[in-house]
């Protein structure tokens, strides 16, 4: 299993251009996450998916950020325009409706720059 | 509403010493509980879970973590800590009667000294 798989690992782009970052989730899983770090606000849920669905779109920060999961390994978060206060590492993270309690496996993360 | 927290921002111990993270949480309903490791310029792995039954969980790279409901709490403890503990670690609740979404809270800096 290659687990979550995000790209790119790093991007350092300039304010106002257009960003787009990409996760394949583990193969079987239906639910998606996409969360924000930063050392100001910590640890962020942004958007989820469950079969492909957004579910809940609230940790959006503004209409700058959007997402999609055109299928079921597959999901892009953009930001357009990105502006410095965007810059943070983004994690992807998937998980299996299999039971109860059901934990999340993360990617490796995204570290976005904004200058 | 759903809410952990992690009250030390940085637990210092040395190398062979018992470890204690301490995590508390507050939901509506009964809680499943997580602990997460971050090491530097990683994702977050999943060390182990509570669901229900017995309230001593192990997990993985020889952690446990003990449930206590009358003190909402789920802290984080080994036995004897090795310098490459050394990580962030982050604890996250999900109420049994919500959603998918798990609660984070702040995170822990462990630092192993030789």
């Known amino acids: 299993d290659a687990g979550v798989i995000q790209s790119p690992r790093h991007e350092v782009t300039e304010m106002g251009q257009e960003v787009t970052l990409r996760c394949k989730p583990i193969?079987?899983?239906?639910?998606l996450f996409w969360y924000r770090q930063t050392m100001m606000r910590g640890l962020e849920l942004l958007i989820y998916?469950?079969?492909?669905?957004?579910?809940?779109d609230s940790g959006m920060p503004e209409d700058r950020f959007s997402a999609k999961m055109p299928n079921a390994s597959f999901s892009t978060l953009k930001i357009q325009p990105s502006e410095p206060r965007d810059s943070a590492v983004y994690f992807c993270?998937?998980?299996?409706?299999?039971?109860?309690?059901?934990?999340?496996?993360f990617g490796p993360g995204t570290r976005l720059t904004v200058t | 509403a759903q809410s952990v927290a992690q009250p030390e921002d940085q637990v210092n111990v040395a190398e062979g010493n018992p470890l204690t993270v301490k995590c508390t949480y507050s939901?509506?309903?009964?809680?499943?509980l997580f602990w997460y490791v971050q090491y530097p310029n990683r994702g977050l792995q999943f060390l182990l879970k509570?669901?229900?039954?017995?309230?001593l969980v192990k997990g993985s790279y020889g952690f446990e973590a003990e449930f206590n409901k009358s003190q909402t709490s789920f802290h984080l403890k080994k036995p004897s800590a090795l310098v490459s503990d050394s990580a962030l670690y982050f604890c996250?609740?999900?109420?049994?009667?919500?959603?998918?979404?798990?609660?984070f809270g702040t995170g822990t800096r462990l630092q192993v000294f030789p």
């Open positions: 993270a998937s998980s299996f409706y299999g039971g109860r309690a059901r934990e999340q496996y």
């Open positions: 193969s079987g899983h239906d639910y």
């Open positions: 998916f469950n079969n492909n669905v957004p579910i809940d």
């Open positions: 939901v509506s309903g009964n809680p499943y």
């Open positions: 509570y669901i229900t039954g017995d309230n």
């Open positions: 996250a609740v999900r109420d049994s009667s919500n959603t998918d979404k798990l609660i």
